[in-house]
């Protein structure tokens, strides 16, 4: 079911669709559906996309527009993408009404984690 001018689909660069497969299966628990050379569609369950075949990369310092995921546990989440073969280009920090990362997938792009849960006090 599509939902009337709601974003329906995300497509981002990558040359190793496997290496892109294994990190987000990983860390996000996507599925895939792989569509031959040049294209590997994947779903979160909520929102699909895919994966088309480029040596460009999607990062906000060029302009392109930042996916942000949200965890209840970003620090749990921050791990597992470094874990998977991520880079954090911009560790946890706060921002009014939350905190987040930035990554990299093993393609290069450019993505984020945020929450509005804040750590306990101790």
Known sequence: ????????????????????????????????????PEYRAFSDGTLDGGFYKSTQVSSSQLGAALVIFYASDLEAVE???????????KPIFSFPG???????????????VWTDVMPASG
């Open 79 to 89: 791990q597992s993408v470094v874990e998977a073969g991520g880079a954090i280009v």
């Open 1 to 36: 079911m599509h939902t009337n001018l709601k974003i329906d689909y995300l497509e981002l660069p990558a040359q190793n669709f496997d290496a892109q497969q294994s990190f987000y299966q990983r860390v996000f628990d996507w599925t895939f559906q792989d569509y031959g």
């Open 98 to 112: 939350g905190r987040r990362f930035h990554f990299t997938d093993p393609h290069g792009n450019e993505l984020a």
